[in-house]
């Protein structure tokens, strides 16, 4: 069959998402021309063989209804969105083939509920309102978390009543062998008659307790010790000037350790194939919340509080068994940071003195 343009059809070039198009290339048994997305000579699926994956996406939301999880003063259409639309927000699944939402609501359609066979999709109001809120008082597990990092601010003592951050994160674990390497950063050098040094050693490695000021993990007098992936961010975590010598340490791990991986270990759910797939989304949202509030640029000059969710973080991570955890760099957009809550868990190796020639600063005017 080819030159088919039936609009129960669609293709792989309808979609971004890689499991879908995948799915269909697999599965396809026509080539044609998309109705949905106008490409030609594609691979087609009828529409309907995608209505499983669809539902399953669909069990994120539930249609708006009064009293059940809207309140009577509440609007319909501010509470509630057309599934496409929430799909797309979510998910990003259409591809910008179907660059506007009634084409994406028509090939949604034909998946979940064909117009030519009305009462064909089970449970699927096509012109219906959805909403994430299963209930009138739903909050998410993400909006619970920035509550809960308000109050601790307030009250260090607290506690969060939705905490389940030692299973979550055990998700995001990670080994890092033996022999890695990271890098530490510290200003300055040391000077031998005319000779600039690099700090070296323990110059160079976590400082002394009795010189642990309190920072993102830690409290005052707690050792752990920072490191980054890379030396570069290494140098830009200790916000140098132009002009100024940065010395650099190599630290070498002397055991293979677990750590939180809360960059590269962040994968979303597939929304059409995990089951119980809302509270995955959930769980995952709130595991890049704590990623966020890790590697949010703070400045400790004006409020220490900030760190304060930080370190309960920290805290929970390190309850769960795990060593360090990998973060988001502040000052270098592309790197990233371990802290090892031991601090004999690396050797000092060689260390060597950089020059500053640059600092980038980009600003937004307030
Ligand atoms: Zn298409």
């Not at 509920?113 to 219906?128: A, E, L, N």
């Amino acid at each position: 069959m080819s030159g088919l343009c039936d609009p129960s059809y669609c293709c792989p070039e309808c979609f971004t998402d890689d499991w879908l198009r995948d799915t269909i290339e697999t599965l396809s048994q026509h080539v044609g021309d998309c109705a949905h997305c106008g490409s030609k000579s594609v691979r087609l699926l009828p529409a309907l063989d995608l209505r499983d994956a669809f539902e399953n996406v669909m069990t994120c939301y539930s249609q708006v209804m009064f009293g059940e999880n809207m309140s009577p003063d509440e609007d319909p259409t501010e509470v509630g969105e057309y599934p496409a639309v929430l799909m797309q927000d979510d998910f990003g699944i259409f591809s910008d083939l179907l660059d506007d939402s009634d084409k994406q609501a028509e090939l949604l359609d034909e998946i979940l509920w064909r117009p030519q066979h009305k009462g064909s999709g089970p449970g699927f109001d096509p012109s219906g309102l959805y909403t994430h809120r299963e209930t009138l008082f739903d909050i998410s597990l993400g909006d619970e978390w920035d509550s809960f990092c308000r109050q601790i601010k307030k009250d260090p003592t607290a506690q969060w009543e939705y905490d389940n951050i030692d299973r979550w994160v055990t998700r995001t674990a990670c080994s890092v062998p033996a022999g890695a390497l990271f890098y530490r950063a510290r200003p300055g050098y040391t000077r031998k008659g005319r000779e600039r040094l690099p700090h070296s050693g323990t110059e160079i490695g976590a400082p002394p307790l009795s010189k642990c000021k309190p920072a993102r993990v830690n409290d005052e007098g707690q050792r752990v010790l920072y490191c980054a992936d890379q030396s570069h961010t290494a140098i830009c975590e200790v916000r140098p000037l132009r002009g100024e010598y940065v010395s650099i340490g190599q630290v070498r791990l002397t055991a293979p350790l677990q750590i939180a991986d809360l960059v590269n270990k962040l994968e979303a759910p597939n929304p059409f194939t995990t089951t119980v797939l809302r509270h995955e989304v959930e769980i995952h949202k709130v595991l890049r919340a704590f990623a966020s509030q890790l590697s949010r640029p703070l400045d400790w000059r004006d409020d220490e509080t900030d760190y304060i969710p930080c370190r309960y973080l920290a805290d929970r991570i390190r309850a769960a068994g795990l060593s360090g955890i990998r973060y988001g760099s502040t000052m270098d957009r592309k790197g990233s940071n371990v802290v090892f809550f031991e601090v004999g868990c690396g050797e000092i190796l060689n260390s060597s003195l950089v020059r500053v020639s640059e600092v980038d600063v980009k600003y937004t005017i307030l």
